[in-house]
């Protein structure tokens, strides 16, 4: 996976100074460009997002209630200061999807990208 990272990032003329990988994410910072590599694993959808264009990077947390006492969902949203863009969101954890990964660690994974971004 992280050879795909570094495949993309070519394609996208960025260089990756902080990567991270996911169950479902693989992501990539350029933080010279201020350029974010972000590819979703289930989808193998790949978006280049350019951080001087968002406004905003939200938390959002998700707590089915036919799951109780455990978070089910974790993403990020990035808000763009166009408000006629579409926010962007990239999902760190769905028990619907990743049943075998720790919501807890992925959690903490979105919040440090989180700090990252804003």
Known sequence: MEKLLKRKA???NINPNITEVTPSLLLGLDSKLQKLLIINKI??????????????????I???????????FVSLVL?????EVKPFEMVF???EDDINSE?????????????LIN
């Open 10 to 12: 070519k394609e996208k």
């Open 93 to 95: 954890h769905n028990d």
């Open 43 to 60: 989808t193998m959808e790949v978006d280049l997002v350019n951080l001087t264009e968002i406004a905003n990077c939200e938390l959002k």
């Open 62 to 72: 998700v707590n089915f209630p036919d799951r109780p006492g455990k978070t089910n």
């Open 79 to 83: 808000l763009y200061k166009k408000t």
């Open 103 to 115: 919501a807890e660690v992925q959690l903490q994974k979105a919040k440090k990208w989180q700090k």
